[in-house]
């Protein structure tokens, strides 16, 4: 057994690697603390903070100390003094500027009756010197009737009674927009756009139809939305596809949506909705939707079999496990994000010249220039890019591949997905 000199002696010898270890788990726990703070700063700011990314740390933005100096000109003339008259609130009125210029107009004439159209002074007849308007918005509720359509048929009077066979003719009808039921095309559009557009549930619209005596189940509707989609929208829905992928550029992102009922899912999972655009300079733009029950690289691959050219999206990996015929390119407005999230992310007092704060002005810079190219030409733009853009661009990745972020800290990650 080991006396306890010999065990002094051997806690002296393995003192400065005890202390080592603590030194570097005291630094991973520090670093773990700070990343807690970072995640709770930004969580506070997501539940609290206003949506928008526009803060006082935008470029272009007025700071305390210089927006004098930035709008100051010491050769304008000084403005004279101007006495402002009275101002004096006044109603505003609906006019017919705020309003299409091809309503219908119904006149409806008001008059006295004749046995009245008499001079209360003197009793002579009176006449029509003018006229007062008073204008009214109508709305008229949705109209529901019933179309029935008649066909007639025809045969001839000569043939019945000589001939051994009789021709019948028929009248040409159009064919219903769903076999074997009452459905009109109107009636179903009507039903789209109070749910898809106007966010109307069908058992809602249940109760709206009972209102008017009409008993038409959400089970009906159901049906009759399923139905129409696969025969006239989901053909046209193809067309479209086929199309979009002959562009040479197009924009691809995915956001989640919850499916109260999906085979083998719970009403909480998360579902996804894949949107395809082509590019903002399209004569025709297509934008597509494909749903899809999961994240899986696999389903915009699948979207885009036959697709050569460059696809705009975000960082997301499954985009890069595409065919190498699709080339992959990085949104600025994903990565400001990153930059802003890291910058709510940070105390106060250490936002103002941080490498977040850089990162975020060099996006600020290139979104400023963008928003000055917006009215040219695409080759003009391309001009102005590579002149004014580009330098900025080089300057950026030079920086963020310099950069030397705390381990594990929000832009340590992100910088290095630059990458």
Known sequence: MKTDVQIADLQAENWPEVVAQKDARIAE????????????????????????????????????????ELFADENAPEPELVEVEKHYRKRTRLTTDKLPEDLPVEVIEHELPEDEQVCPECGGGLHVMGRDVRRELVIIPAQVKIREHVRRVYSCRGCERNAIEVPVLKAPVPEPVIKGSFASPEAIAHIMVQKFVMGVPLYRQEQEWKRQGIELSRQTMSNWLIKAAGDWLEPIYDALHKRLLTHRVLHGDETTLQVLREPGKTAQSKSYMW??????????????????????????KDFLTGFAGYLHADGYDGYHKLPENIVVVGCWA????????????????????SNVLRGKRYCDQLFELERKFAGLTPDERLEQRLELAWPVVKEFFAWAESVKAVPKSMVAKFVKTIF
Do not use: C, M, W
């Open 29 to 68: 726990l520090e670093l773990l603390v700070k990343y807690y703070e970072e995640q709770f700063r930004l969580a506070k700011h997501r539940q609290f903070g206003a949506s928008s990314e526009k803060s006082e740390y935008d470029f272009g933005q007025l700071s305390l100390f210089n927006d004098a």
């Open 275 to 300: 949107e395809y655009r082509t590019s903002g300079g399209t004569e025709h733009p297509i934008i597509l939707f494909d749903y899809q029950p999961s994240r899986k690289a696999q389903h915009p």
């Open 334 to 353: 994903h990565l400001r994000r990153k930059f802003d999230e890291a910058l709510k992310a940070l105390p106060d007092k250490d936002r103002e010249g």
